[in-house]
């Protein structure tokens, strides 16, 4: 993609906003919106068409575009994958389409987790966490797959007031307000402390996917295991993460 090309772009679109320029635009960020869509696709599985998803994205990068205030010197990319992300989601929210059996059973996890820290002092392994819930290792790695689908929606639990509300807080809180900043390297700091929580592969995961940006097909292949295994490591180290980071479970998305 042309850097100065859209630098262009920008320039002519914040003088006068046609809807010819703001089409090029569209064109130029499509590509933002098939990464981000294909991110989420991941958790999503079957249950959304990756298309769909592509679709709910587009419509968060025209809101973006409109929105956008390129005389701030904000980088674009930044604002647009934040408002991409909340256009899906919130589509997805509206669906309302996980089962209700579902998120019981993503509830019945959560609190064998909770409860085996609080008496052990340390995260819980699977086997642990199996006889907490009086079934197999088996089942419980039937119930991580199920349940993988309502981490997107915890994820980004920090989005309900609003995506557009979040959005500018995030922007404020990264060009704007110096404190903020350093507030966020500390939150970063909490980050790394809880990837000592994880296995070693279940680290790696979470290092590979969101510090590296790697794909699941890619990294099955650096692990050299399958790409499903690949996604049962991280649902468990999203599940573990959550329960440390609490409502910073956000940091995961920032990248």
Request: aromatic share 10%; no cysteine.
């Amino acid at each position: 993609m042309n850097t100065d090309y859209k630098q262009k772009l920008w320039e002519e679109y914040s003088k006068k906003r046609t809807p010819e320029l703001q089409e090029k635009i569209i064109i130029e960020y499509a590509g933002l919106v098939k990464l981000v869509a294909g991110r989420l696709s991941m958790y999503l599985g079957y249950n959304v068409e990756y298309d769909d998803l592509v679709g709910y994205g587009t419509f968060g990068l025209i809101d973006a575009i409109d929105k956008f205030d390129y005389n701030k010197g904000v980088k674009f990319e930044t604002y647009a994958s934040l408002r991409i992300r909340g256009a899906i989601l919130d589509q997805i929210r509206k669906m309302d389409w996980i089962p209700r059996s579902i998120r019981q059973k993503q509830r019945k996890i959560d609190l064998a987790y909770q409860s085996l820290e609080a008496k052990y002092g340390r995260a819980a392994n699977d086997e642990e966490v199996a006889l907490e819930l009086d079934i197999s290792v088996e089942e419980l790695e039937n119930w991580q797959y199920q349940t993988k689908v309502t981490n997107v929606v915890s994820l980004d639990e920090f989005m309900d007031q609003g995506t557009e509300g979040k959005v500018e807080q995030n922007l404020t809180a990264e060009y704007d307000q110096p404190d903020k900043i350093v507030e966020k390297q500390e939150l970063k700091e909490i980050l790394i402390k809880t990837l000592e929580t994880l296995t070693e592969k279940e680290k790696k995961v979470i290092i590979l996917y969101y510090y590296e940006e790697l794909t699941l097909k890619e990294i099955s292949q650096i692990l050299e295991v399958s790409e499903s295994r690949i996604s049962q490591l991280h649902t468990k180290a999203l599940q573990k993460m959550k329960m440390k980071l609490g409502s910073n479970i956000e940091l995961l998305t920032s990248y």
